[in-house]
């Protein structure tokens, strides 16, 4: 099926331990981002990319790492986890430019213990 | 940088009510987008808004690009049920490459029938 797809939905992990999140999209979208979202805080950006092998910082991006080598591909990984980290992680693509909207993935949830 | 301001954080209303949601800035911006995020899901695009003034309709629901670009107001009418979830507003700044999605925190609906 078409869309945006994430995976695991759910994880739990360890402190210290490395977890990747995947993404996989096939619009052909030129944008991807990951957001994390947390109870007061709303969506805050963590990580995007305009294009393969393009990535740029967002807002929240200690602690995690992006790569893009794919199009289609966008996974997060977060290279020693900490229990700040434990949030709800949504992947999302857009097309051409930034000013178009944004699609999601259903999200994953992780928690650190 | 910059902040959507939405309120309250929560809304109760009775199904067949209308409800009304703003997001509002202190700077401009160029697009407005309304989503909705069911419990255990993604967000999901409802409306967007690419001119000051713009008046869109997507079934039950109406998005206005406020004329001074620091805000956008969402309406939806004759509530029901599955309305229940959250709405969050977003809002690009400018036009470009680097101009990210910046999201408000949301307004939790509950609908009671």
């Known amino acids: 099926d078409a869309g945006i797809t994430q995976s695991p939905r759910y994880k739990i992990t360890e402190t210290g331990r490395q977890v990747t999140l995947m993404c996989h999209q096939t619009?052909?979208?030129?944008?991807m981002f990951w957001y994390r979202q947390d109870l007061g805080h709303g969506l805050r950006l963590i990580y995007y990319?305009?294009?393969?092998?393009?990535?740029d910082k967002g807002e929240v991006p200690d602690g995690y790492v992006v790569s893009r080598s794919k199009t289609e591909n966008f996974p997060l990984t977060l290279e020693s986890a900490t229990r700040s980290q434990t949030s709800v992680y949504f992947c999302?693509?857009?097309?051409?430019?930034?000013?178009?909207?944004?699609?999601f993935g259903q999200g994953t949830r992780l928690t650190v213990v | 940088g910059q902040q959507l301001n939405q309120s309250p954080q929560s809304m109760f209303i009775q199904e067949g009510e209308d409800v009304s949601m703003n997001c509002t800035s202190s700077?401009?911006?160029?697009?407005w987008l309304w989503y909705k995020q069911d419990p255990g899901e993604g967000p999901v695009l409802l409306i967007a808004?690419?001119?000051?003034?713009e008046l869109t309709s997507n079934g039950r629901l109406t998005a206005q690009f406020g004329i001074t670009r620091k805000d956008s107001f969402l309406n939806i009418s004759a509530s029901i049920p599955s309305d229940v979830g959250i709405y969050f507003c977003?809002?690009?700044?400018?036009?470009?490459?680097?101009?990210?999605?910046?999201f408000g925190k949301g307004i939790t609906l509950s609908v009671r029938p």
């Open positions: 999302a693509s857009s097309d051409w430019s930034m000013n178009t909207e944004a699609f």
């Open positions: 619009w052909s979208h030129s944008y």
């Open positions: 990319s305009a294009a393969a092998d393009i990535t």
């Open positions: 700077s401009i911006f160029n697009t």
């Open positions: 808004l690419y001119k000051a003034g």
């Open positions: 977003a809002g690009q700044p400018y036009t470009g490459a680097n101009s990210k999605l910046t």
